[in-house]
């Protein structure tokens, strides 16, 4: 089945600390945004592209699109102050399409055969996510100090893209807005519905560049 991906990149980068926007730093030869929509350009059986950005920069992503002649993209929609926001914009530009993918513009590494997983079984159950078991042990902490050590066997690590029917999504996001709540994921605004977010084993190299050593974890896995 064709899916549609909404793709955010409007956020700012704060933690990469580079002095702007993350999606633009240049990995091998091209800017990260790049390495992120070739993956969905060259993949048939997605028919098309929302991009979401901010305003301030829509010059220099069209200029970026055309340079590496990007064609997929639907539309290009302005972000808002907060992932969530910005990817309920790019959710409005959706056409009737059966799934619709969200997946961070900063997670150059997805593959196609992870994303073709996904797809399938939120074509099953409606809505499912990529992700991966926790490796570390994870501690709740409060004041410097541990409250607890989490149970690990029921911890993972959650990723995007994430796929679901689209009126599924639309609704929890309106649902989220009414009731002031803020996600950092899409999965997480269903979940709050009640309904089941089923889970896809991803890839531990699809990795989000978050901070600055993630640039070299990204060399590493783009030399591999
Ligand atoms: N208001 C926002 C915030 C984030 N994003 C996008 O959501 C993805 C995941 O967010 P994150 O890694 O947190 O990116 P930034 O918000 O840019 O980073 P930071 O939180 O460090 O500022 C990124 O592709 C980012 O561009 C967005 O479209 N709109
Ligand atoms: C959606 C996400 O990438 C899943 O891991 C993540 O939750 C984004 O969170 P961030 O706070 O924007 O890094």
């Given at each position: 089945m064709n899916y549609q991906v909404v793709i955010p990149a409007a956020g700012q980068g704060k933690r990469m600390n580079a002095g702007k926007?993350?999606?633009f730093i240049e990995l091998e030869q091209a800017p990260i945004i790049i390495h992120t929509?070739?993956?969905?350009?060259?993949?048939?059986?997605?028919?098309?592209?929302?991009?979401?950005?901010?305003e301030q920069e829509r010059n220099d992503f069209q200029k970026l699109l055309d340079d590496y002649h990007i064609r997929k993209i639907k539309y290009i929609v302005a972000g808002g102050s907060e992932r969530q926001f910005s990817v309920y914009n790019g959710l409005q530009a959706v056409d009737d399409c059966g799934i619709v993918l969200v997946h961070d513009g900063?997670?150059?590494?997805?593959?196609?055969?992870?994303?073709?997983?996904?797809?399938?079984?939120?074509?099953?159950?409606?809505?499912?996510?990529?992700?991966?078991?926790?490796?570390?042990?994870?501690?709740?902490v409060?004041?410097?100090?541990?409250?607890?050590?989490?149970?690990?066997?029921?911890?993972?690590?959650?990723?995007t893209p994430q796929a679901f029917i689209p009126s599924?999504?639309?609704?929890?996001?309106?649902?989220?807005?009414?009731?002031?709540?803020?996600?950092?994921?899409?999965?997480?605004?269903?979940?709050?519905?009640?309904?089941?977010?089923?889970?896809?084993?991803?890839?531990?190299?699809?990795?989000?560049?978050?901070?600055?050593?993630?640039?070299?974890?990204?060399?590493?896995?783009?030399?591999?």
């Open positions: 926007n993350k999606q929509l070739k993956v969905f350009e060259e993949h048939s059986i997605c028919s098309g592209i929302i991009l979401v950005i901010n900063a997670r150059p590494f997805i593959s196609h055969k992870k994303i073709e997983d996904l797809v399938h079984k939120a074509q099953e159950s409606g809505a499912a996510t990529l992700a991966v078991p926790v490796k570390d042990t994870i501690k709740r409060e004041n410097g100090v541990v409250v607890e050590t989490v149970e690990r066997s029921t911890l993972w690590s959650v990723q599924l999504v639309i609704d929890a996001h309106h649902q989220a807005n009414k009731d002031n709540y803020l996600g950092t994921d899409d999965a997480s605004l269903i979940e709050r519905t009640g309904k089941p977010v089923s889970i896809v084993l991803g890839d531990y190299t699809n990795i989000k560049l978050t901070t600055p050593e993630d640039l070299l974890i990204a060399k590493a896995i783009m030399g591999k």
